[in-house]
């Protein structure tokens, strides 16, 4: 059975850190891409950012410079989004998914995370 787990999140004040992972199982070989998505309260559900197997990676363009994207080294159905300097504008919920849907989530397609809230006061 495949299955995403995540975990990390919480809540930080408006300049602090956070790290979120996801690793997903039940795949029979390393997945293709894996991608992060948040759904902040009142607005779409947008693709954060994503990296793929070969380790090509993509950002939302405000989250530049603030987020990393990584895959575990000895295990790279587990996936990473270190989160720095974070601002109001970043609470949300955040999902994980396998393979990803392009910009906007589309959560009948792929596989997807539970989701791990991200909660960030000024």
């Known amino acids: 059975e495949v299955q995403l787990v995540q975990s990390g999140g919480g809540s930080v004040q408006a300049g602090g850190s956070l790290r979120l992972s996801c690793t997903a199982s039940?795949?029979?070989?390393?997945?293709?891409?894996l991608a992060w998505y948040r759904q902040a309260p009142g607005n779409e559900c947008d693709l954060v950012s994503s990296i793929t197997r070969n380790g090509a990676t993509y950002y939302a363009d405000s989250m530049k410079g603030r987020f990393t994207i990584s895959r575990q080294a000895n295990a790279k159905n587990t996936v990473y989004l270190q989160m720095n300097s974070l601002k109001p504008e970043d609470t949300g919920m955040y999902y994980c998914?396998?393979?990803?849907?392009?910009?906007?989530?589309?959560?009948?397609?792929?596989?997807w995370g539970q989701g791990t809230q991200v909660t960030v006061s000024s």
């Open positions: 039940g795949f029979s070989s390393t997945v293709s891409t």
């Open positions: 998914a396998v393979p990803g849907t392009g910009a906007r989530c589309v959560r009948s397609v792929g596989y």
